[in-house]
């Protein structure tokens, strides 16, 4: 389109319904939130919602850390501020890889200069806490950085054990939640998880673009080491700390909380329209409490898992560790993935997932979840993808798939939100 004909032509995308990995539609309060008016950083109405914002997130990750925040950016920029403001240059990191994620850390750690070890599980797998504590004894890491939820395989890594493992090594744990905080369940205190980030875009209804991130004591002890505060805002008589100065400026968790903090220098300008998105977000997702939301995904996942297999269809990957959020299933033989992707997105106005690396061109992934986790949602991407198959030489039972969703709903009690 020439750029005469743009300036008459309002943006006006086609509405879809996002039922891939995410991104997945935002939830219409959110939406709302962001269209509040833009107030100053240091107003005090402003500073108010950060710290209202601090103290959801707190909420959201199940923790009493002081320091829960904001870094602005998408869910990468969460994992880049925890990883650069803690690997020094020759630290050695373990880095358990089980999916594109798993990859993403190991690329993040090295480009910080760690001495990165990693140990790798078939796609569609997940460690054991042996396998993972046997190679932190091997290697004696600094860090242990992992991915919970891992969207490119589906997989969700059991995290329970992992934090007193960590502690007995004295390593620290990095978790990246991206994909599965407000949607399954996770407790960064309860399971000694030393700092945490993740994104909007997915369980928590939001647009990309905002990284919540929350670390104990022991990660600030670390941080504080190195800390490190710009010319221009350094307040006189500021000692830098002995470690070496974090190779990031926008990513320094230090300066981070000094603008977090009640010190509130400034170190950038908070992204306004984010801040309000993510708080309406947790709010969202505390107001329906945690066990609901967990409840919500866990049976929209049972009931998408029966719809798939009543189609004859094959479930990807150890279901036992499969996400609540996120389900990989076989493209069946024969059946061209992506031209049935491209049908359910023209005809229906769906979107679902394709994947990467040794999965890509196997398998789709079906995401419920966030303000998309509902029965009729549900209902509606098995309806698609079944009339999608059957225009296919695969044969598919017409009505199995949405008889066997509504079978599981069906045996949720009255009560339960799910309906
Ligand atoms: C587990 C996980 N980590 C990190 C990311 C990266 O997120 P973003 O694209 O928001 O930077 C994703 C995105 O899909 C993800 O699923």
């Given at each position: 389109m020439s750029t005469n004909a743009l300036l008459t032509e309002d943006l006006n995308p086609l509405p879809r319904l996002l039922m891939g990995p995410g991104p997945i539609n935002a939830d219409p309060r959110v939406l709302r939130a962001m269209s509040m008016p833009l107030l100053g950083q240091f107003d005090p109405q402003f500073t108010g919602y950060m710290n209202e914002t601090m103290g959801l997130l707190r909420g959201l990750f199940q923790t009493e850390n002081r320091w829960a925040f904001l870094v602005d950016g998408t869910a990468r920029a969460g994992i880049e501020a925890a990883l650069v403001s803690l690997i020094e240059p020759g630290d050695r990191v373990l880095i358990p890889v089980f999916g594109r994620f798993g990859h993403l850390l190991h690329e993040i750690a090295a480009r910080c200069g760690a001495e990165v070890h990693t140990i790798e599980t078939e796609w569609g797998t997940v460690f054991s806490p042996d396998a993972i504590e046997d190679a932190i004894r091997a290697h004696r890491p600094k860090l242990v950085a992992i991915v919970h939820g891992d969207t490119s395989t589906t997989m969700a890594q059991p995290l329970e054990a992992l934090g007193d493992i960590c502690r007995r090594y004295d390593a620290l744990l990095y978790v990246d939640a991206t994909a599965t905080l407000g949607g399954m369940d996770f407790r960064v205190d309860a399971w000694k998880i030393d700092a945490a980030t993740a994104g909007l875009?997915?369980?928590?209804s939001g647009p990309p673009g905002s990284a919540p991130i929350t670390f104990n004591e022991r990660v600030e002890r670390a941080v504080l080491r190195r800390k490190h505060v710009e010319e221009g805002i350094r307040p006189a008589g500021f000692t830098p700390g002995?470690?070496?100065?974090?190779?990031s400026n926008y990513f320094d968790l230090g300066m981070l909380m000094d603008y977090w903090g009640?010190?509130?220098?400034?170190h950038h300008t908070e992204a306004t329209s984010m801040l309000y998105a993510a708080r309406e977000c947790a709010r969202i997702v505390l107001r329906e409490g945690l066990d609901q939301v967990v409840d919500r995904h866990a049976v929209a996942s049972r009931a998408t898992v029966a719809g798939l297999e009543a189609m004859g269809l094959r479930i990807f990957g150890d279901v036992d560790h499969k996400m609540a959020n996120v389900t990989g299933v076989y493209i069946p033989e024969g059946v061209d993935g992506e031209a049935v992707r491209a049908g359910m997105l023209n005809d229906f106005g769906i979107e679902i997932g394709s994947s990467f690396g040794p999965l890509r061109g196997r398998i789709w992934r079906i995401g419920a979840m966030g303000?998309?986790?509902?029965k009729q949602n549900v209902l509606i991407c098995l309806s698609a993808l079944e009339a999608t198959l059957r225009r296919t030489s695969f044969r598919v039972e017409a009505g199995a798939a949405v008889e066997a969703a509504f079978a599981v709903y069906d045996e949720q009690p009255a009560s339960n939100p799910t309906r």
């Amino acid at each position: 389109m020439s750029t005469n004909a743009l300036l008459t032509e309002d943006l006006n995308p086609l509405p879809r319904l996002l039922m891939g990995p995410g991104p997945i539609n935002a939830d219409p309060r959110v939406l709302r939130a962001m269209s509040m008016p833009l107030l100053g950083q240091f107003d005090p109405q402003f500073t108010g919602y950060m710290n209202e914002t601090m103290g959801l997130l707190r909420g959201l990750f199940q923790t009493e850390n002081r320091w829960a925040f904001l870094v602005d950016g998408t869910a990468r920029a969460g994992i880049e501020a925890a990883l650069v403001s803690l690997i020094e240059p020759g630290d050695r990191v373990l880095i358990p890889v089980f999916g594109r994620f798993g990859h993403l850390l190991h690329e993040i750690a090295a480009r910080c200069g760690a001495e990165v070890h990693t140990i790798e599980t078939e796609w569609g797998t997940v460690f054991s806490p042996d396998a993972i504590e046997d190679a932190i004894r091997a290697h004696r890491p600094k860090l242990v950085a992992i991915v919970h939820g891992d969207t490119s395989t589906t997989m969700a890594q059991p995290l329970e054990a992992l934090g007193d493992i960590c502690r007995r090594y004295d390593a620290l744990l990095y978790v990246d939640a991206t994909a599965t905080l407000g949607g399954m369940d996770f407790r960064v205190d309860a399971w000694k998880i030393d700092a945490a980030t993740a994104g909007l875009q997915k369980c928590l209804s939001g647009p990309p673009g905002s990284a919540p991130i929350t670390f104990n004591e022991r990660v600030e002890r670390a941080v504080l080491r190195r800390k490190h505060v710009e010319e221009g805002i350094r307040p006189a008589g500021f000692t830098p700390g002995a470690g070496s100065r974090i190779q990031s400026n926008y990513f320094d968790l230090g300066m981070l909380m000094d603008y977090w903090g009640e010190e509130r220098l400034n170190h950038h300008t908070e992204a306004t329209s984010m801040l309000y998105a993510a708080r309406e977000c947790a709010r969202i997702v505390l107001r329906e409490g945690l066990d609901q939301v967990v409840d919500r995904h866990a049976v929209a996942s049972r009931a998408t898992v029966a719809g798939l297999e009543a189609m004859g269809l094959r479930i990807f990957g150890d279901v036992d560790h499969k996400m609540a959020n996120v389900t990989g299933v076989y493209i069946p033989e024969g059946v061209d993935g992506e031209a049935v992707r491209a049908g359910m997105l023209n005809d229906f106005g769906i979107e679902i997932g394709s994947s990467f690396g040794p999965l890509r061109g196997r398998i789709w992934r079906i995401g419920a979840m966030g303000y998309n986790c509902r029965k009729q949602n549900v209902l509606i991407c098995l309806s698609a993808l079944e009339a999608t198959l059957r225009r296919t030489s695969f044969r598919v039972e017409a009505g199995a798939a949405v008889e066997a969703a509504f079978a599981v709903y069906d045996e949720q009690p009255a009560s339960n939100p799910t309906r």
